[in-house]
């Protein structure tokens, strides 16, 4: 018997609403690798929608003239539902992207933290009084929203990713509409269903579906859209940067990476084993933040390659939806394919396969797009398997004699989103972090992502910070307003 696919409609000004070309595609679950919901596919027309429900909302109406206390009420109200629909919400994205629900129950137990800590600081935009240097002359800030945001993920993590740009753009005082990847939409779509019954004003968010060049250009394009906020792959960013630059549009990018994590001599050997795993094989290694060039300190080498290999092959791969697994599948068709490709690449240019090294057939994968987690020895940094984002579970081990080299070899590469280094030498974990152009860098740890803490990339892995107090300032900007006190009427030919 064929499985009853689930249909999902868009949502635009506060209703569900079907795709103006009366066109679904099929959404896929990569554990068994068979559509499970049907995605509207939007166009042009339903991003002038969209976007003139956002720009209403934003003009008119409650929102506008909500104060901003009960803006943060609204966002809390919003991670409290999340809170409790959050065993839904995890299942829908397991189904939907393979992500473990290990991994998903605890992303979807902190992500109402966003939402409350954004939330909390909707009242404290602050503008400031100047003590301006003009007599008769009073002048003051005020931080205010931008108008209409476009919000477009990648398929990686949807939900947290797109919270990332939700709550402080909310806060902000924006409205949204919101473009998930179309790989993996349906958790969004029923994210928004909580937004509205949280009691967000009709317009406030919005969502379309569908492909990029169909709903993402004409939405990033659209001359009423004031900011644009993407995280996605370098290409994309680079298209959205560059339509975006037509409208002088301002732009966040959170684009890929390449991460060193550096292990030196004096690491407890056992932890950067583990933390070298979790760098990338957690999440598949389809995270932007992966430490995909684990760079290894000559003399260590071959006791932490034995350590690592050992500890990787024992890593327990199947079902997501089992607690027990530990590297579920990787999410789409053409992303399996891009991960072989690449394994091949490493294989041709000399690298050493010392694990895994192709698809996994075991049989606790079944039809699924699962791929060996595999490990490269013997890895130079100017092979493409050292420079290039594969976004899966393949590490590529480089070695270095020194702390320059070792710092060399990290920074000399075109990313710099994320960096790992592992140490007891207090020292070198200042030095050698503050040496490292990279807008994370994580010591004696890895993947340590919060609300609270800024996030985003150096060189090209990105523009702008997502996370902690730095984002809601992408979401606003500054006014000035002068006012005169004096009764004295100026020269009006001169300025002031
Ligand atoms: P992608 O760039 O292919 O797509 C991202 C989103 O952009 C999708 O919604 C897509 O439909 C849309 N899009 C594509 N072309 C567009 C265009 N011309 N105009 C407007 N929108 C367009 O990325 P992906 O494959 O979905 O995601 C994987 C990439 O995302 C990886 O490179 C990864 O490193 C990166 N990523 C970065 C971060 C970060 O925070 N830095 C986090 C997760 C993923």
Not at 287 to 291: H, L, Q, V
């Given at each position: 018997m064929t499985e009853q696919l689930e249909k999902y409609q868009m949502h635009i000004g506060g209703q569900a609403i079907d795709p103006a070309s009366g066109e679904w595609f099929e959404s896929y679950n990569p554990y068994t690798g068979k559509p499970w919901a049907l995605i509207p596919r939007g166009g042009k027309e339903d991003v002038e929608r969209a976007v003139a429900a956002a720009s209403e909302a934003f003009e008119t109406g409650e929102w506008p003239s909500l104060t901003p206390t009960a803006r943060g009420a609204l966002l809390r109200r919003l991670g409290d539902l999340i809170a409790e629909k959050a065993e839904r919400l995890a299942e829908i994205e397991v189904r939907d992207n393979g992500k473990l629900i290990a991994e998903m129950g605890g992303q979807l137990r902190y992500l109402p933290q966003w939402y409350y800590y954004f939330g909390g600081l909707a009242d404290k935009i602050e503008g400031a009084v100047i003590p301006i240097d003009k007599p008769g002359m009073f002048n003051y800030t005020r931080h205010e929203p931008l108008g209409v945001i476009a919000a477009i993920s990648p398929w990686n993590s949807p939900l947290l990713l797109t919270s990332w740009k939700l709550a402080p753009a909310l806060a902000a005082g924006n409205t949204m509409v919101v473009k998930p990847s179309e790989y993996t939409s349906a958790s969004m779509l029923e994210l928004v269903k909580l937004i509205e019954a949280a009691g967000f004003p009709k317009g406030v968010v919005n969502v379309i579906t569908g492909f990029g060049p169909e709903v993402g250009e004409p939405l990033v394009a659209h001359p009423k859209v004031a900011k644009v906020a993407f995280t996605g792959g370098e290409m994309g960013g680079q298209a959205v940067y560059q339509q975006a630059a037509k409208g002088l549009k301002p732009v966040t990018l959170e684009l890929g990476g390449k991460s060193p994590n550096i292990v030196f001599d004096d690491a407890v050997i056992d932890d950067a084993v583990k933390g070298a795993i979790s760098g990338i094989f957690a999440a598949t290694g389809q995270?932007?933040?992966?430490?995909s060039r684990l760079l290894v300190q000559e003399s260590i080498h071959n006791e932490f390659m034995d350590k690592l290999v050992s500890f990787a092959s024992q890593a327990q791969m199947g079902d997501p939806r089992s607690v027990d697994t530990q590297v579920g599948p990787v999410t789409t068709q053409p992303q399996y394919n891009k991960v072989l490709d690449y394994i091949q690449v490493a294989k041709d240019e000399g690298a050493s396969c010392v694990l895994g090294g192709g698809p996994a057939s075991r049989p606790e994968c079944g039809d699924g797009w699962f791929v060996e987690p595999t490990i490269f020895d013997n890895v130079t940094n100017d092979m493409r398997i050292a420079q290039e984002e594969v976004f899966g579970p393949v590490l590529s081990v480089i070695r270095f004699k020194d702390e320059d080299e070792a710092v060399a070899i990290a920074n000399d590469i075109l990313y710099g989103l994320a960096a790992g280094v592992w140490t007891q030498s207090i020292k070198r974990a200042i030095t050698v972090s503050n040496r490292i152009r990279a807008g994370t860098v994580w010591v004696n740890t890895y993947r340590a992502v919060s609300y609270m803490s800024p996030f985003g990339g150096y060189k090209r892995s990105g523009l702008g910070r997502e996370n902690g107090q730095e984002a809601i300032r992408e979401y606003l900007q500054t006014k000035s307003v002068w006012i005169s006190t004096s009764d004295e009427v100026p020269n009006p030919f001169v300025m002031r």
């Open positions: 995270t932007c933040i992966a430490g």
